[in-house]
Every structure is written in C-alpha cells, then in structure tokens.
Antibody, heavy 113, light 111 residues
Framework: EVQLVESGGGLVQPGGSLRLSCAAS????????MHWVRQAPGKGLVWVSR????????TYADSVKGRFTISRDNAKNTLYLQMNSLRADDTAVYYC??????WGQGTLVTVSS | QPVLTQSSSASASLGSSVKLTCTLS???????IAWHQQQPGKAPRYLMN???????SKGSGVPDRFSGSTSGAVRYLTISNLQFEDEADYYC?????????FGGGTKLTVL
C-alpha cells in the first residue's frame, strides 16, 4: 500500500522556520519526482516546489523562492521542505505528492503571532 | 507558463451525469493534465491523467463511472451515475519544465 506521511507542521511566529518531512512507503520513492502542494484554509490547491527523482533538478513557485528549500533522502525514502522567513500567507495544509499520482494526508502550518 | 480555467461550481442530480471542464491557456493545448478529487475534509485523491488525444489513464480504484475526454484545449471529466460521495471539489493540474499549476477547482454538488 502506498503511503505518504507528512509531519513537522505546527504554529510558528512570523519570521520563524519549520521543517516538514514526508515519509514514503509502498512504491519506489527514488524513481519519482516529488512535489509539495499547499492549500490555504478554504482555498484551492497551489503548487509550491518539486524535486527530480535523483535530486538533480529543483524548482519553486515564485511565492516561496529564496525562503523555502526542498530536498530528499532516497536512502531514507523521505522528502523535506525547509521553510524560513515564514509569513501569515504561508498558513496552509502542506501536502507531499509523488508525481501527480500519490498524495499524503497533509500537515497544517499556521503562521501567527 | 500554462493557466488552467475551471468553472467554480456545478450541480447535478443523483444518478445523472455531469461533465466538468478544464481549459488550457493558449499555447498549451497539447499538455497532459491530471484530475483530482477532494472530498470535504480529506486530502486530494488522484483520478486520472488525460492527454490531448483524449486517451486517459485512471488511478488505482477509481470507479468506471469516471472518464475523461478532450476537445482542443478543453479537458473534460465526466462522472456518470452520480452518487452522493461524488460531492467534492475537483481540480485539474498540468506542468511544464519549470512549474506545475492547478486550476481553481470546481465544487460539485449532488442534488
């Protein structure tokens, strides 16, 4: 059974940092492009970042460029998102997604003072 | 980069059919798209990917009631024999070498 389990979300003050993790199982993680997608409360899905299967290609949405860093550890079947300089408009549920096919259950990040 | 346009809402009666649309912006009519379903309070679920030829490939466990089709830059998701559990938000998405984009989503109400 394919599983993507995100963790690391929580409440953080504006300007703070968080590191999200996504543990993958049930498929060949090292063969898949991985993405982070977020959803603000009551809003639609927004793509955040992606990383190629071997980590050799990375892209970001303009809204997070320079603040967020995506990475992966294929030996641990884990995807990461380091989020710095967080703002209120980063408040959202963050999903990890394998290509377009497999979704995690999401982790909530709330940026508030 | 591509832009995807979806109607904000749709409704149809239990047991009937509905056809949701996702329109690709100019210059991107050849893109493959994916359809996803998000039931209230749940994570999105992948339904299918859909090519410009109209060929589609569904995800594991997606009922036969769900199908896809194409006409030019428009990608369709058809749901037949609507059930109450089909009431959900439906998103399309596509990608290019630099980015991935989602449509704004269509909220489907089953009457």
């Amino acid at each position: 059974e394919v599983q993507l389990v995100e963790s690391g979300g929580g409440l953080v003050q504006p300007g703070g940092s968080l590191r999200l993790s996504c543990a993958a199982s049930g498929f060949t993680f090292s063969s898949y492009w991985m993405h982070w997608v977020r959803q603000a409360p009551g809003k639609g899905l927004v793509w955040v970042s992606r990383i190629k299967s071997d980590g050799s290609s990375i892209t970001y949405a303009d809204s997070v460029k320079g603040r967020f860093t995506i990475s992966r550890d294929n030996a641990k079947n884990t995807l990461y998102l380091q989020m710095n300089s967080l703002r209120a408009d980063d408040t959202a549920v963050y999903y990890c997604v394998a290509t377009f096919e497999y979704w995690g259950q999401g982790t909530l990040v709330t940026v508030s003072s | 980069q591509p832009v995807l346009t979806q109607s904000s809402s749709a409704s149809a009666s239990l047991g009937s059919s509905v056809k949701l649309t996702c329109t690709l912006s100019s210059g991107h009519s050849g893109n493959i798209i994916a359809w996803h379903q998000q039931q209230p309070g749940k994570a999105p679920r992948y339904l299918m990917n859909l090519e410009s030829s109209g060929r589609y490939s569904k995800g594991s466990g997606v009922p036969d009631r769900f199908s896809g089709s194409t006409s030019g830059a428009v990608r369709y998701l058809t749901i037949s024999n609507l059930q109450f559990e089909d009431e959900a938000d439906y998103y399309c998405d596509t990608w290019d070498s630099n980015t991935r984009v989602f449509g704004g989503g269509t909220k489907l109400t089953v009457l």
